[in-house]
């Protein structure tokens, strides 16, 4: 049960709308505060104030005057005109959290709408009915404006949603579940389609998906030190608290203590190397440098998550109605895209402690970990893949924020490009995730050649694991199987489920 309460919400509170229904439950003070909050707004209409959006016309048009007889019109046009998305829709994750943020946007009570608009939305999400939502056509401001224009649609019985597995109009799957459509009255349009919420939900998604990655790259980080025969001294955590960075002080607590009690580490103690590539060495200094930028971009996401983005605002304590930019994602954009750049690197780093076992050059290890170099190719193509996957990541991680086009007849001259900001940045996740996969797949491979020589205790647990999924094979034989089902493994959180069955891992 997700319970809406006036409390602040942080990011793992999310985790649950992004496997299936969960249930809401709105207190009856939050309740209170909405009805307190629109009478005031219907007091300060009755007295003749002018309004923005709500006895006047939007962006642009904010000039021209709305009359009384047509200020509902008005919002129902709004929702109507703004659904203008074009692309492949949200994933339901997605449109969940949204639907749960915007919500939790109205229950703050400075929008001035109905408590009907707030339990329409609670009504949607308690019956997982989620409005179908095309990805593109939101510039991040003044608000998620065609996304969230879909999903108004949907509320008030127009468009389609998916319900039950199946796509359906709005109005047949409120049929199916006992509701009725939502009626527009002043503002609500509005406020619906004003607002940060795709952004935001992109960027909860995306954090979620990083909590995974961090550990899991620390994970496959070190079974590629133990493959390619590098030092555990390096990751000593005495050597670390030198420096002052807490992301690489745990970074190193993790690889040393994955390594503990490694035949493999202990059989080159005295082999005379003095140093290894920087992409193994400074795992602590790169893993870790990330963890504490995502760290902080994460307090940005939830600082958005716990704040007011509709546009005007109205205050029950003066009675006022207040105008600014509050639908404005410069924030959540400027966090997505320094998330994006950190993510990538875990990319880079991984693709080249691959190239690394695949050179020939550790002992025991055959060029491209083939049974018989030339006639085969062995992992060859592997780190190709990785190199490809790298190289697309450096684009993406170009930030969106640093890009504008004026819109609404440039009465909104600087946009934020939030959601693209958020799906590049989910797109490198995926990538990274597959960039991985390829060196679980490579070093345990490379573990192959050690033998019999073994693992340490917990490394030699996602070495069994993942030979459970992907046997050895020692002839050639198509990869791309094996990719799939590794970065599985790694999505899914098996291989940090088992490693935490073992030892902690931050």
Same mark, same amino acid.
């Given at each position: 049960?997700?319970?809406?309460?006036?409390?602040?919400?942080?990011?793992?509170?999310?985790?649950?709308?992004?496997?299936?229904?969960?249930?809401?439950?709105?207190?009856?003070?939050?309740?209170?505060?909405?009805?307190?909050?629109?009478?005031?707004?219907?007091?300060?209409?009755?007295?003749?104030?002018?309004?923005?959006?709500?006895?006047?016309?939007?962006?642009?048009?904010?000039?021209?005057?709305?009359?009384?007889?047509?200020?509902?019109?008005?919002?129902?046009?709004?929702?109507?005109?703004?659904?203008?998305?074009?692309?492949?829709?949200?994933?339901? !994750?997605?449109?969940?959290?949204?639907?749960?943020?915007?919500?939790?946007?109205?229950?703050?009570?400075?929008?001035?709408?109905?408590?009907?608009?707030?339990?329409?939305? %609670?009504?949607?999400?308690?019956?997982?009915?989620?409005?179908?939502?095309?990805?593109?056509?939101?510039?991040?401001?003044?608000?998620?404006?065609?996304?969230?224009?879909?999903?108004?649609?949907?509320?008030?019985?127009?468009?389609?949603?998916?319900?039950?597995?199946?796509?359906?109009?709005?109005?047949?799957?409120?049929?199916?579940?006992?509701?009725?459509?939502?009626?527009?009255?002043?503002?609500?349009?509005?406020?619906?389609?004003?607002?940060?919420?795709?952004?935001? @939900?992109?960027?909860?998604?995306?954090?979620?998906?990083?909590?995974?990655?961090?550990?899991?790259?620390?994970?496959?980080? @070190?079974?590629?030190?133990?493959?390619?025969?590098?030092?555990?001294?390096?990751?000593?955590?005495?050597?670390?608290?030198?420096?002052?960075?807490?992301?690489?002080?745990?970074?190193? =607590?993790?690889?040393?203590?994955?390594?503990?009690?490694? !035949?493999?580490?202990?059989?080159?103690?005295?082999?005379?190397?003095?140093?290894?590539?920087?992409?193994?060495?400074?795992?602590?200094?790169?893993?870790?440098?990330?963890?504490?930028?995502?760290?902080?971009?994460?307090?940005?996401?939830?600082? !958005?998550?716990?704040?007011?983005?509709?546009?005007?605002?109205?205050?029950?304590?003066?009675?006022?109605?207040?105008?600014?930019?509050?639908?404005?994602?410069?924030?959540?954009?400027?966090?997505?895209?320094?998330?994006?750049?950190?993510?990538?690197?875990?990319?880079?780093?991984?693709? =080249?402690?691959?190239?690394?076992? %695949?050179?020939?050059?550790?002992?025991?290890?055959?060029?491209?970990?083939?049974?018989?170099?030339?006639?085969?190719?062995?992992?060859? %193509?592997?780190?190709?893949?990785?190199?490809?996957?790298?190289?697309?990541?450096?684009?993406?991680?170009?930030? @969106?924020?640093?890009?504008?086009?004026?819109?609404?007849?440039?009465? !909104?001259?600087?946009?934020?490009?939030?959601?693209?900001?958020?799906?590049?940045?989910?797109?490198?996740?995926?990538?990274?995730?597959?960039?991985? @996969?390829?060196?679980?797949?490579?070093?345990?491979?490379?573990?192959?050649?050690?033998?019999?020589?073994?693992?340490?205790?917990?490394?030699?647990?996602?070495?069994? %694991?993942?030979?459970?999924?992907?046997?050895?094979?020692?002839?050639?034989?198509?990869?791309?199987?094996?990719?799939?089902?590794?970065?599985?493994?790694?999505?899914?959180?098996?291989?940090?489920?088992?490693?935490?069955?073992?030892?902690?891992?931050?």
């Amino acid at each position: 049960m997700f319970r809406v309460n006036g409390k602040s919400y942080s990011i793992p509170d999310f985790i649950p709308f992004l496997s299936g229904r969960t249930k809401i439950q709105v207190s009856r003070q939050v309740i209170s505060n909405i009805k307190s909050n629109r009478k005031c707004l219907e007091e300060s209409l009755a007295k003749g104030h002018t309004i923005y959006g709500v006895n006047t016309g939007f962006g642009a048009l904010s000039q021209v005057e709305i009359s009384d007889d047509d200020q509902k019109l008005l919002q129902l046009n709004l929702v109507r005109s703004h659904a203008a998305g074009t692309g492949t829709p949200f994933p339901s !994750e997605v449109v969940r959290l949204t639907l749960v943020l915007k919500l939790l946007d109205i229950s703050f009570g400075y929008s001035g709408v109905r408590w009907k608009v707030s339990e329409q939305l %609670m009504d949607f999400l308690n019956n997982d009915i989620l409005p179908i939502v095309p990805s593109k056509g939101s510039v991040g401001a003044s608000g998620d404006l065609a996304p969230l224009s879909h999903i108004a649609l949907a509320l008030i019985g127009e468009g389609n949603v998916q319900y039950e597995g199946r796509i359906l109009s709005s109005i047949e799957a409120m049929k199916k579940s006992g509701l009725t459509p939502l009626t527009l009255q002043t503002k609500e349009g509005l406020t619906l389609v004003n607002g940060t919420q795709v952004s935001t @939900a992109l960027g909860v998604l995306a954090s979620c998906r990083l909590t995974n990655l961090l550990k899991t790259a620390d994970i496959i980080g @070190a079974l590629s030190v133990e493959a390619s025969l590098a030092s555990r001294n390096m990751f000593r955590p005495a050597i670390h608290r030198l420096k002052k960075h807490p992301g690489q002080q745990l970074v190193s =607590r993790n690889v040393w203590n994955l390594l503990k009690k490694s !035949e493999i580490v202990a059989s080159h103690q005295e082999c005379g190397l003095v140093q290894d590539p920087y992409s193994f060495r400074c795992i602590p200094h790169i893993h870790g440098a990330i963890r504490d930028v995502i760290s902080a971009m994460n307090k940005i996401i939830e600082n !958005e998550i716990n704040s007011v983005s509709d546009n005007p605002l109205v205050f029950s304590e003066s009675g006022k109605v207040e105008s600014s930019g509050h639908f404005h994602a410069e924030p959540v954009a400027q966090a997505m895209d320094a998330m994006a750049i950190s993510t990538a690197e875990i990319g880079a780093i991984s693709e =080249r402690r691959t190239a690394h076992m %695949m050179e020939g050059n550790v002992d025991h290890l055959p060029n491209c970990l083939a049974s018989v170099p030339g006639l085969e190719s062995g992992y060859m %193509m592997l780190q190709v893949t990785a190199g490809a996957l790298a190289s697309e990541n450096k684009t993406l991680a170009t930030p @969106a924020s640093v890009d504008s086009i004026p819109t609404a007849g440039g009465q !909104e001259d600087l946009v934020s490009m939030a959601p693209w900001a958020g799906q590049k940045l989910l797109n490198i996740i995926g990538n990274v995730e597959n960039i991985l @996969a390829i060196e679980l797949l490579t070093a345990c491979r490379a573990i192959d050649f050690h033998r019999p020589l073994k693992p340490a205790p917990v490394t030699n647990s996602v070495w069994k %694991m993942l030979r459970r999924y992907v046997k050895i094979r020692s002839k050639d034989h198509p990869l791309s199987g094996d990719i799939e089902t590794a970065k599985e493994l790694i999505s899914t959180g098996k291989i940090i489920s088992i490693v935490e069955s073992k030892m902690t891992i931050q």
